[in-house]
């Protein structure tokens, strides 16, 4: 099977299993308790977008350390591209969230500790970007954005896992550690939508992490072509 192939493949596999969640989140779970009306739906697509946000700026860590151990340019690529689906995805889980917010709490901005963290660390990842167009040079440019992506990264885990946990929150806590297990505080079939929502925006990443890559890899070769 051809790359192409399998490209067009994985886009039809996650376009039905996406359109299979959505039917499930909207039409099949059942109603949680202690929610307004159908708010609770909105969990099925806030979660697995905060989830690929974490897993993107995973991704971009790990491409910028590769960046600076081999200087090659297309570790440089991966790293960009990873930090943009996790600034998409960041932005994405925030519009949910603040959604959920105006049915639950009746507004759409409450400076709740897990909406302000997310706040900051979209701030942080718009700056890497910021940093990558305030230098002109290639590879100073690819260094010095490897090099941020290291500070953004440990500040993620605070502002995602720690702050919001610190501080009392209005947000409602889906999971729980019992006697050394974390387990998810919902009924079976709300659990098993939410597993195939975050399996499924997990493959979304994974496609168009690899589609953006292997389109700025096409032009980097088309360009080396045109100058040779």
Not at 32 to 44: D, T
Not at 80 to 91: I, S
Not at 138 to 165: D, G, N
């Amino acid at each position: 099977m051809t790359e192409r192939t399998w490209q067009k493949s994985l886009k039809w596999l996650l376009g039905f299993w996406l359109a299979g969640v959505t039917a499930a989140a909207l039409l099949w779970a059942p109603a949680a308790a202690g929610f307004q009306g159908h708010s609770f739906r909105i969990v099925f697509f806030h979660v697995p977008q905060a989830w690929v946000a974490v897993l993107a700026f995973c991704v971009n860590l790990v491409a910028s350390l590769r960046y600076l151990r081999g200087r090659k340019p297309l570790d440089d690529v991966r790293a960009t591209t990873a930090a943009r689906l996790g600034l998409l995805f960041a932005v994405l889980a925030t519009i949910t969230g603040s959604i959920f917010a105006k049915i639950e709490w009746g507004m759409f901005w409450n400076w709740d500790p897990r909406e302000t963290s997310i706040v900051i660390l979209l701030l942080i990842y718009a700056a890497y970007f910021a940093l990558r167009q305030a230098v002109a040079d290639e590879e100073r440019r690819a260094a010095l954005a490897a090099a941020y992506a290291i500070f953004a990264f440990v500040t993620m885990p605070f502002l995602i896992f720690v702050v919001p946990r610190v501080y009392a929150s209005l947000h409602p806590n889906l999971v729980e550690a019992a006697r050394g297990a974390v387990r998810f505080k919902m009924d079976p079939a709300m659990r098993m939508v939410l597993l195939g929502a975050l399996a499924g925006f997990s493959g979304l990443f994974a496609w168009l992490y690899t589609l953006e890559v292997r389109v700025a890899r096409v032009m980097a070769a088309r360009r080396a072509k045109e100058e040779a």
